[in-house]
């Protein structure tokens, strides 16, 4: 079955400090994996995916994620945030085979300005 | 990006009486949609994959009877809960698969929260 894991449920950082978020999956097939992100009050938003090509992704807002396969792995990174990124991030992983979205517990981020 | 919409966004009812939460896909079709629950400080949970024209699909341990799926268009999904009870309070989520234009992505709606008297 598949799983997620995120390591960290809660994360406080400063403001221009540089954040990484961890996601690990468990699944035995080729992936595609997201990160979304959930603003207090707001629905889940898209920041980034990976299909395939590059494993470096860039998403919106200054986001970008590294897929390592051997690692099973996606870490989200952003070098420096601002105090608008306080939200809840959330890593999701779907086989190519199938279309079921697995999601990891949530890292909620907060940024102290 | 595309936009998922929910209706209502928030609903108050008694035990015993149903609910039906409407998930319209605004600017795309949409022949697959999905049904999550999201428990305070937790994750999304799939309760179903709804597909248009058929039957929806149900994960393990949600109750087919209980939560009804209808997908009649290629732009509305509803769910249903029926004979609510306390324990159904929760919030619910839909999303939408956007396969159009070389992309396929789930964009999700605002959600509806849910509670039992």
């Known amino acids: 079955a598949q799983s997620v894991s995120q390591h960290n449920h809660h994360v406080i950082l400063s403001e221009a400090a540089s954040l990484e978020l961890g996601c690990n999956y468990s699944?035995?097939?080729?992936?595609?994996l997201f990160w979304y992100v959930q603003y207090p009050g707001q629905h889940l938003q898209l920041l980034l995916k990976?299909?395939?090509?590059?494993?470096l992704v860039k998403g919106i807002k200054g986001f970008e994620a590294e897929f390592i396969k051997s690692k099973f792995s996606f870490n989200l990174r952003k070098p420096s945030v601002q105090w608008s990124d306080t939200a809840e991030y959330f890593c999701?992983?779907?086989?190519?085979?199938?279309?079921?979205?697995?999601f990891g517990a949530g890292t909620i981020l907060r940024v102290k300005s | 990006g595309a936009v998922v919409s929910q209706h209502p966004s928030w609903v108050i009812c008694k035990s015993g009486t149903s609910v039906k939460i409407e998930c319209r896909s605004l600017?795309?079709?949409?022949?697959?949609m999905f049904w999550y629950r999201q428990f305070p400080k937790q994750s999304l949970m799939l309760m179903a994959t709804?597909?248009?024209?058929?039957?929806?699909?149900?994960e393990q341990g949600v109750e087919k009877d209980k939560f009804l799926i209808n997908h009649a268009s290629l732009t509305l999904s509803t769910l249903t809960v029926t004979s609510a009870h306390p324990e159904d309070s929760s919030f619910y989520i839909c999303?939408?698969?956007?396969?159009?234009?070389?992309?396929?992505?789930?964009?999700f709606g605002p959600g509806t929260r849910l509670t039992v008297l």
């Open positions: 709804s597909n248009e024209g058929s039957k929806a699909t149900y």
């Open positions: 999701a992983v779907e086989g190519k085979s199938g279309n079921k979205l697995v």
């Open positions: 699944y035995g097939g080729t992936v595609n």
């Open positions: 600017d795309f079709q949409a022949t697959t």
């Open positions: 999303s939408a698969r956007d396969q159009g234009g070389g992309t396929d992505t789930q964009y």
């Open positions: 990976y299909f395939s090509g590059d494993p």
